[in-house]
C-alpha cells in the first residue's frame, strides 16, 4: 500500500511538472506573437525599403546600358548621352583639357526628368526606353539627375531617385559616380597598314557595307566592277554584293594611298574611276587608320575584359597560367553559343607578351562556326569559319546629313561568322568565305587563299560613336555608391 502510495505521488509530480511546462509554453508563444504582431508593420517597412533600394539600383543599371546603346535610352534623352566633345581623335566624353561634358550641379543638373511632370513621367516610366518590364510591377522612377562628376577624371554623377508601388509606397534615392574608358572609336568597315591584293598572284577579295575602306598601299581588283559606287538611292539591305547585279551603297568611300589596279581589265577600265575612289593620298592628304594602343588595350582587358597569351601552336594562355599550361584552342576559348553572348574585350598578346615586333607574332587560327567579341590580336589571323553562321538583326546607319536615330533602318543580316571587331598587329589570310558585322582592322594585308574566298564587312556606325557592344565604356566608380533614404 506504501509503495503504491509513492508511485501515484510520483505520477502526480510528474504530470504537474507537465502541466506547468505547457503553461509556460503557451505564455511564451502568447508574448511571441504579441511581439510579432507589434514589429509586423516595422517588417514591412524594412521590406519595403529594401525594395525601393533594389528599384533605385535596377535604375542606376538602366541608365549606364542607356551610354552604352543609346539607341535604347528613351530618344529625348539620347542626344545628352552621346558623346558631345572632340578630344582630338574622334566623339569623346572629355574635352582636350580631359574635362568631362557634364557640368551641372545637383541643383541645375545637365539632366533632370521628374515624374511629377506627366511628359517627364512618360519618359521615365512609359517609353520603351524607360522603367518598363517586370520592375515596373512593383515599382517607379521617381526622378534622374545627371551632372559634373565630383572627382576630376570621372564622367560625372547620377542621381536616381525610386519607389515601391502599394498603399504605403516608399522611395529610396541612390548617387553613384560614373568613369569612362577612353576607347578610340573605328571609323571605317576595312583598314589595312598594307595594300589590297598583290600582282600575279590574287586580287582583293574584300568587300565593305555602310563604312569605308581604308588601304594604305595600293589597291589591286580585278575590274573596275569590283569597286562598290556611292549612291544615295542604293537599297539598304542585308544581301550580298554577290547576288546584286550592281555593287553601290550609300556609305562606301575608298581612301587608298597609292592605286588602284586591274588585274584583268576586260575593257572596263574605260567606265573610270567611280567618284567616291580617292587616290594617292600618300603622304598628302594621308591615309589615317584608327589606332588602338597596345598598352593602353592591354591594361583594359587585363581589368574590363579578357587576356590570353598566344604561343607558336597558335593555342591560348590565360594571364597567369603555368608553362606546363596546354592552353585553349581558339574553338574553346572564343566560340559564341548564341547570338548576344558577347565576349567583350579579348587582347590576346604576342608570343613573349612585349610590344609586336617581327620575330614575336603567333597565328590565331578562327575556325569556329559564330564568334562575336572585340577581338584585339596582338598576332596573324587566319580566317577560316566552319558553319554557316548566325542571323543578326541590326540598324543601318543614319543617313550623312542626320544623326537621328529614327533614320537608321532596320536589317537582317544572314550568315554573320564574326560580330564585332577583328583588329590584328600582323596579316589576315583568307581560307574561307567570312561574312563579319562590326569592322576589320590589319597591320598589314588581308591575303587570300587559293580559293580566292570572299569577305563582307558591314560596317557597325556605333564604332564610329566610340560604342563597342561587351565593352563597359561608362562604368559605377567604385568606392562611389551612396544610399540616400
Known amino acids: 500500500m506504501t509503495r503504491l502510495s509513492q508511485v501515484t505521488d510520483q505520477h502526480g509530480h510528474v504530470l504537474l511538472a507537465a502541466l506547468m511546462l505547457i503553461l509556460m509554453l503557451a505564455l511564451l508563444s502568447l508574448s511571441l506573437l504579441h511581439i510579432v504582431g507589434q514589429d509586423a508593420p516595422g517588417i514591412s517597412a524594412m521590406r519595403e525599403q529594401t525594395q525601393a533600394q533594389h528599384l533605385a539600383e535596377g535604375a542606376v543599371d538602366l541608365i549606364v546600358s542607356w551610354f552604352h546603346e543609346p539607341s535604347a535610352a528613351p ?4 542626344g545628352s548621352l552621346m558623346k558631345r566633345q572632340d578630344a582630338g581623335d574622334g566623339p569623346s566624353f572629355f574635352d582636350a583639357a580631359g574635362r568631362s561634358q557634364f557640368m551641372g550641379t545637383g541643383e541645375r543638373p545637365d539632366v533632370l526628368l521628374d515624374a511629377s511632370s506627366d511628359s517627364d513621367a512618360w519618359i521615365l516610366n512609359g517609353s520603351t ?9 512593383i515599382g517607379r522612377l521617381d526622378r534622374l539627375k545627371i551632372y559634373a562628376p565630383a572627382q576630376p577624371g570621372l564622367l560625372g554623377t547620377v542621381e536616381v531617385t525610386a519607389s515601391t508601388k502599394g498603399r504605403r509606397p516608399l522611395a529610396s534615392t541612390i548617387k553613384v559616380q560614373l568613369g569612362a574608358l577612353n576607347i578610340p572609336p573605328i571609323r571605317a568597315a576595312i583598314q589595312t597598314g598594307q595594300g589590297l591584293g598583290t600582282i600575279g598572284a590574287a586580287a582583293s577579295k574584300m568587300l ?4 569605308d575602306v581604308r588601304v594604305m598601299g595600293d589597291l589591286l581588283v580585278n575590274d573596275m566592277h569590283d569597286l562598290i559606287v556611292k549612291s544615295d538611292g542604293a537599297s539598304v539591305t542585308g544581301q550580298s554584293y554577290e547576288t546584286l547585279r550592281i555593287r553601290e551603297d550609300r556609305w562606301v568611300d575608298y581612301w587608298i594611298g597609292g592605286s588602284v589596279a586591274l588585274l584583268s581589265p576586260s575593257g572596263s577600265e574605260s567606265a573610270g574611276v567611280p567618284a567616291n575612289v580617292h587616290m594617292h593620298q600618300q603622304p598628302t592628304t594621308g591615309v589615317r587608320l584608327d589606332h588602338w594602343d597596345y598598352d593602353l588595350l592591354k591594361k583594359t582587358a587585363q581589368r574590363h575584359g579578357i587576356y590570353y597569351r598566344l604561343d607558336r601552336e597558335g593555342r591560348l594562355h590565360h594571364l597567369g597560367s603555368a608553362e606546363s599550361d596546354p592552353g585553349l584552342s581558339s574553338a574553346d576559348a572564343l ?3 548564341a547570338v548576344g553572348r558577347s565576349h567583350g574585350l579579348v587582347f590576346i598578346d604576342t608570343i613573349d607578351g612585349e610590344a609586336p615586333r617581327a620575330d614575336n607574332l603567333g597565328t590565331l587560327i578562327l ?4 564568334i562575336e567579341a572585340l577581338l584585339v590580336v596582338q598576332g596573324h589571323v587566319m580566317l577560316k569559319p566552319s558553319g554557316a553562321g548566325r542571323t543578326l538583326p541590326v540598324l543601318s546607319p543614319a ?9 537608321r533602318i532596320p536589317v537582317t543580316l544572314s550568315g554573320i561568322h564574326l560580330n564585332g571587331l577583328l583588329y590584328a598587329a600582323g596579316a589576315i589570310t583568307l581560307e574561307r568565305e567570312t561574312r563579319m558585322y562590326g569592322a576589320l582592322i590589319t597591320a598589314g594585308t588581308v591575303a587570300t587563299g587559293s580559293s580566292a574566298p570572299l569577305l563582307e564587312v558591314w560596317y ?3 564604332f564610329g560613336k566610340g560604342f563597342f557592344r561587351g565593352l563597359p565604356v561608362v562604368y559605377r566608380a567604385p568606392g562611389t555608391w551612396q544610399v540616400k533614404y
Not at 530618344?75 to 539620347?78: G, K, R, S, V, W
Not at 565593305?208 to 563604312?211: L, M
Open 75 to 78: 530618344e529625348l534623352l539620347a
Open 129 to 137: 526606353g524607360g522603367f518598363t518590364g517586370a520592375l515596373s510591377d
Open 208 to 211: 565593305a557595307h555602310w563604312g
Open 335 to 337: 566560340a559564341s553559343s
Open 367 to 370: 575556325d569556329t562556326e559564330y
Open 399 to 407: 543617313p550623312e546629313a542626320t544623326s537621328s536615330l529614327s533614320s
Open 460 to 462: 557597325n556606325p556605333d
